[in-house]
């Protein structure tokens, strides 16, 4: 294989699993030796986990799954690009900040337990390239970009307002682990410990999220976590092709995939229509090689004359494009023509 088909290959690949555009995937691999989705350090791991786990693909309709647009991933640091809306009514990065960043409550009305957010992660600051995160004691790095500098400030300054009406003290500004993170941690430290050891598994998801929009076309991803491991289930209209195994395939690559094996399937995909139109389920489950953590996804086929268009119009109102509706709800696009622009 020449030197231009390896890098080829290699631009294709993280252009399919970053969602960045092949072209601009191919200029950022400068040598043939350079992994085009990289693997993420312990504590990297641990952050870019957090951020996957508190991402808002899981609870409403995003333009994109769990409302990722594109992801840059290096080494030492991803940079997240969030999309602006989550369902018809939030935006997203309000929901980012709400999620991730450490909380204490200082209320007397209720006994909360443990702190809000996620333990550890700390605001690093603000600026043109996005909202930058990290874990106390730790050089990870996540940048969450999307929004302008201006606006990310704006929503700043009305996340910590709000904690202050709510009598939420923030945490996110300590340079180490606070007192009351601490006494969290300490409740079940082999628990932490446990994730901590599992988190390149969402890691390596969130660095090659862009595969469910990329290779195969679900107008639904839904995602949660199971013990040390991870469920998805992916939905499709009838008559969409589902392409699981070009999703296997890449999540397995011999190279430059993560470290799972497919330890069982089941697939119900039939050329024909003799289930009657009954909904088709297919199953995956992967497992990492000698450790905790395994990946179950399931791809559901919708029975025939599913009525989506509630999922259509919520899709619309979060800002995915006529041109992926298309490709994704192929049945009811066709039926309502291109939605009107924004």
């Not at 949660?224 to 008559?239: A, D, I, P, T, V």
Request: include cysteine; glycine fraction near 10%; aromatic fraction near 8%.
């Amino acid at each position: 294989m020449s030197h231009g088909s390896a890098l080829t290959q290699k631009a294709r690949y993280r252009s399919h699993c970053t969602g960045i555009g092949h072209q601009a995937s191919l200029n950022q691999l400068t040598a043939d030796s350079q992994h085009p989705v990289p693997d993420a350090g312990r504590d990297q791991s641990r952050l870019e986990a957090a951020v996957f786990e508190r991402l808002g693909g899981t609870i409403d309709y995003c333009a994109h799954p769990a409302g990722v647009a594109h992801v840059r991933p290096a080494t030492d640091h991803l940079a997240v690009v969030v999309d602006p809306k989550l369902g018809p009514s939030h935006r997203l990065p309000e929901h980012c900040l709400e999620a991730l960043l450490p909380t204490q409550y200082t209320g007397a009305d209720e006994e909360v337990e443990g702190p809000g957010g996620i333990v550890g992660v700390r605001l690093r600051g603000i600026d043109a390239a996005g909202l930058h995160l990290g874990i106390a004691g730790t050089d990870a790095h996540v940048t969450l970009t999307g929004p302008a500098l201006k606006q990310w400030r704006s929503i700043l300054a009305e996340h910590r307002a709000r904690c202050r009406d709510e009598h939420r003290e923030p945490l996110w500004d300590a340079p180490e682990l606070t007192r009351t993170e601490l006494a969290y941690l300490a409740k079940d430290p082999t628990w932490w410990e446990e994730r901590a050891e599992t988190a390149w598994v969402a890691s390596g998801l969130l660095r090659r999220i862009a595969l469910f929009h990329t290779v195969t076309k679900p107008f639904c991803v839904r995602y949660w976590q199971h013990g040390l491991g991870w469920k998805f289930e992916l939905r499709y209209e009838r008559g969409v092709p589902v392409d699981h195994d070009a999703v296997i395939e890449h999540l397995t690559h011999p190279k430059w995939g993560m470290a799972l094996l497919v330890k069982r399937d089941s697939c119900a995909c039939k050329p024909c229509d003799c289930d009657g139109g009954a909904e088709r389920s297919c199953w995956f489950t992967l497992e990492p090689k000698g450790n905790h953590g395994e990946v179950t996804i399931h791809f559901r086929q919708t029975r025939a004359g599913y009525d989506v268009s509630d999922v259509y119009g919520r899709l619309i109102a979060a800002g995915a494009e006529a041109a992926w509706l298309e490709r994704a709800l192929p049945a009811h696009h066709g039926r309502l023509g291109e939605p009107p622009a924004a």
